[in-house]
């Protein structure tokens, strides 16, 4: 029985999943027209040296696992859909915390001003780069001096490249959309469908060579296949736009991308492990991993690491909707704003 019959047999309906494909659509376009009007505009704008300034602290949320089970490739023993893929469908999540900082996930926002010190740093979850052994990402001089601006900027923006994508209703690209919220995995015959509150992603798994190079997209075109537990993924073709998160960091549109998802026998975990190849920016590949759990109908809506609700009615069916983001009607505040008074940088 896959996930979708399990569901039905148990009173539990879905919400259409396309709406969430259209409404991404919608907003891909406006975003992108008003990422051409601030790249335009940022021609004519100064050197990109950012002002420093002191942020107040940012919503704390619940630190989750400060460590995770590493799983390893093997044999799948659970479900399978009729196509003979291993179902997996359901809503999904990171574990370890946002896209504030990869390197240093439950620390927060680099440079933002805290409530408390954050103490030894062996007690908080690792980094998410798991190759270079150190935890840190391998720039190039150019691209770490970018991205040191941008995390100064970022608190004041003086300029279109301190503004992260997300906030302006971009698509989060890859990774970012795997920490960014929660989200819903969805599988048809020869494909895979992540639902993302901000996009959405498919894997083809039926053999079709990627799109020509010369056709770029936010979280770039994605070819796979599963082997036992794991889906191997190749990614490429993307647009060079996105970034990682709140810490800068991003690939060019030279960038490639093999990724494994490995899911747990009982169906309940998967860890992301992605190997980011770009020398146009890094000295070297370097690894990613984001470990991610699978939510039920025992688990409590947060916000954010599962922000699809059960919703309330008169009858005993269930009904699963996710929270339209903000970024669709404006009906509320989103992201920082600039000052004109300067403070001092918070190290």
Not at 72 to 91: E, F, T
Not at 108 to 130: D, F, N, Q, T
Not at 154 to 160: A, D, L, M, R, S
Not at 243 to 269: C, M, Q
Request: overall charge neutral; charged content about 25%.
């Amino acid at each position: 029985m896959n996930g979708n019959e399990s569901m039905k047999k148990q009173g539990i309906k879905r919400f259409p999943e396309y709406s969430s494909i259209f409404l991404a659509l919608c907003a891909l376009g406006a975003s992108n027209a008003l990422l051409a009007a601030d790249d335009a505009k940022s021609k004519t704008q100064p050197a990109d040296v950012a002002t420093p300034v002191v942020t107040p602290p940012g919503q704390t949320r619940i630190a989750r696992e400060t460590t995770f089970p590493k799983l390893v490739s093997g044999k799948w023993s659970g479900p399978r859909l009729p196509d003979g893929q291993p179902d997996i469908s359901g809503l999904w999540s990171n574990t370890i915390g946002n896209h504030s900082n990869l390197e240093d996930p439950q620390a927060g926002v680099i440079y933002e001003a805290r409530k408390k010190p954050l103490g030894p740093r062996e007690e908080r979850a690792p980094s998410r780069v798991s190759d270079p052994p150190d935890g840190k990402f391998p720039f190039q001089p150019w691209a770490k001096e970018k991205i040191e601006q941008f995390r100064i900027g970022f608190h004041n923006p003086t300029n279109p490249s301190h503004v992260e994508p997300n906030a302006r209703c971009a698509p989060g690209g890859v990774p970012k959309s795997f920490y960014w919220h929660g989200y819903d995995i969805l599988q048809y015959p020869g494909y895979v469908l992540f639902v993302f509150d901000n996009g959405s992603r498919i894997i083809h798994l039926d053999n079709k060579p990627h799109l020509p190079a010369k056709l770029k997209l936010w979280n770039g075109d994605s070819r796979g296949h599963w082997e036992g537990n794991t889906l191997v993924v190749d990614v490429s073709n993307h647009n060079g736009k996105a970034l990682f998160g709140r810490s800068g960091e991003f690939v060019s549109e030279n960038a490639t991308i093999k990724e494994k998802y490995i899911f747990s026998d009982d169906g309940k975990r998967f860890n992301y492990e992605g190997t980011f190849d770009d020398p146009t920016i890094y000295t070297r590949p370097f690894t990613i991993t984001i470990p991610a759990i699978k939510y039920t109908d025992a688990d409590d809506s947060d916000g954010w690491n599962l922000e699809a609700r059960w919703a309330k009615t008169k009858t005993n069916a269930k009904y699963l909707e996710h929270d339209e983001r903000i970024c669709f009607e404006n009906n509320g505040g989103f992201g920082l704003g600039a000052t004109d008074t300067p403070q001092v940088l918070v190290k």
